[in-house]
């Protein structure tokens, strides 16, 4: 199986992606699969004898869409504590052609539905040059998009092999160039053929639903700094306290009248996954934190009083409401001046 592209086709494709990118990449679950890890990965992966277990199951979680979670499927699960078995048998074959690692890990992958997934992500990790990312899904979308186009080179493989693997690599950097120039059209159309290849577990989902990418996917309290508020004042170093740097950094860079600021409207400046905070438990704690007095906290002011002793209480109880702050967008507030450089 060759895949062979036309021009005509090359632009055909890149105008099918065009046409439906921001519609599947408004329900891409930006907090399963940040991006900030992936880079340090393939530096390390060059060398798989030095990856730590810790790292190898942590990357494995992320191919799987369980990045800082525990609710792995099953089968992920299992595929996951075979590769970790493996891991060095691996590295001491060796192997430096795709074929040869990928027949590795079908040998030693039981399921290998799940396992291909496996098998070609750190087959990218290790060699990132020769392979694009790839899974099922992404094959999926890559056999329909073709099929759209009149290109019958590819039909959607059972079976996975080496050769679904260097199509879709030709596949992708045949279309890449003809995207437009925006912010990383790279890691968009990888998005974008991961959730279009997977679009069927949405069908169900009503068509208003979307989710947001963080403005700020990683933070770190060494550089951080703002030309409108004093971050340096910020004491604390747990996620609430993330979130309230974040939430500074963002309206530094993108003001708004802070006399009209509103719960609703700090909420939708922090998405989940903000700061690196990927779990929703977490997350939703952090919120709740972020907007009452625990610890001393004293970001914001809010003319109900009794309202900011509830949030200190929600975050000090074990059986607390993780969507509390939700319940209150149209509460106004207002930042803490001891935050706000003055002029």
Known sequence: MTLTLSEKEKKALAALVNERIYEHLSRFPYFRYPVGPLEEWKWL?????SVPVQTLKQALNWQFGSWQRKDLAHAH???????VKAWPDFWERAPQ??????AFWKEHLPDWQSGFDAAAFLLHLSQPDAVELTDRHRLQAMADLLKEVGNPSIERALDPSL???EAYTLF???ILPKLPKEADPHTRLDRFLKMYGNRHAYKNV?????IQEPEIRIFSWDDCSADRFELSRITLRANADVLFACLLLSLDKRPVDLEALTIGMIVERLPLGTGGICNSGSFNYAMIALLGRQKGRDYFEIDNPKLAESFTEQANQSTRDMQFYKKWADTKVS?????IIQK
């Not at 699960?77 to 590769?83: D, L, Q």
């Not at 052609?97 to 990928?102: N, Q």
């Open 45 to 49: 992966f060059a060398d798989p004898k």
């Open 77 to 83: 699960k299992m595929t996951i504590i075979h590769v």
């Open 97 to 102: 052609e795709p074929e040869e690692a990928l």
């Open 163 to 165: 050769q679904d693997l």
């Open 172 to 174: 992708f950097r045949a």
């Open 206 to 210: 009503r068509k208003d639903y979307t």
């Open 335 to 339: 930042i803490n001046p001891k935050y």
